[in-house]
């Protein structure tokens, strides 16, 4: 099976793209492309969102974008990834008839998603940053983390609950790179082009996901814990006065 050439990472701030049609999984009404700039779902971030508009004109509307496990990848200092992946856009099932294998498409994503989505992703970094501050070693102890385009949470595995006091500390390290207006970099790992980073203030964190350029493009971030069960912890991350940064994407 031919693997899906993933746009977003060489051009993160493109919203559409052409393509062409290389399968349909009618059982899954989905669809495999050639290429995407739509994100799928991974690493606990929703994904993109958007339409896909065939050459005779109609516009089909894909609700989310899986991507299918393929080869993996062992890399010294980074979490075990598949790459090469294939990746589907999942479209209602009466557009299937209206389709088929080698037909011309453009993608266009939903922009106020995705840039929603980035703006909470990078934010979702500075608060990790923030806890592995006060809770060294904490990172190895995450269990599951959700990044939407309406707010985002850190679970820990910690027998130690987080105090009040820890919360504030955390919110004030958090938005402390807000406040600096620092860079954001996202570049590949040397040997795979698949396995990318995050970097922020010489803060580097391994991350395949979508990103700003910027940490002042968050705006105030606001830190809420809550107790899961006896030994999970749930960080909660909002942006009240959320700006999205529409104007960083291209048609």
């Not at 999984?25 to 993109?48: C, H, N, Y």
């Not at 969102?49 to 894909?62: A, R």
């Not at 990790?128 to 820990?156: F, M, N, P, Q, W």
Request: charged share 25%; hydrophobic share 35%; proline share 6%.
């Amino acid at each position: 099976m031919n693997s899906t050439k993933k746009l977003y990472f060489q051009h993160p701030y493109k919203a559409s793209c052409s393509a062409i049609i290389e399968e349909i999984d009618v059982e899954k009404t989905a669809i495999r492309l050639d290429q995407t700039v739509a994100f799928p779902e991974g690493g606990g971030q929703a994904s993109d969102s958007g339409i896909i508009i065939t050459s005779e004109g109609l516009s089909i509307p894909f609700t989310s974008v899986n991507k299918s496990p393929w080869r993996v990848v062992f890399l010294q200092d980074f979490p075990t990834i598949t790459v090469d992946n294939p990746i589907y856009h999942v479209i209602p099932a009466e557009f299937i008839k209206d389709i088929k294998v080698g037909m011309e498409v453009q993608v266009k994503i939903d922009v106020q998603k995705r840039a929603s989505t980035a703006v909470y992703h990078s934010a979702t970094h500075l608060v990790l940053l923030g806890v592995e501050e006060i809770r060294h070693g904490a990172t190895s102890l995450i269990k599951g983390c959700s990044i939407k385009e309406d707010g985002a949470r850190l679970d820990y595995a910690v027998k130690e609950r987080f105090t009040e006091e820890d919360i504030t500390r955390i919110a004030s390290i958090a938005n402390s790179y807000v406040e600096r207006n620092l860079p954001i970099e996202v570049y590949s790992h040397t040997e795979e082009p698949e396995a990318w980073y995050w970097k922020c203030d010489n803060e580097v964190i391994p991350c395949g996901g979508t990103h700003i350029p910027s940490t002042g493009l968050i705006g105030h971030i606001n830190v809420k814990r809550r107790r899961m069960a006896k030994d999970l912890e749930r960080i909660l991350i909002q942006i009240p006065n959320l700006r999205v940064p529409i104007e960083l994407y291209e048609p």
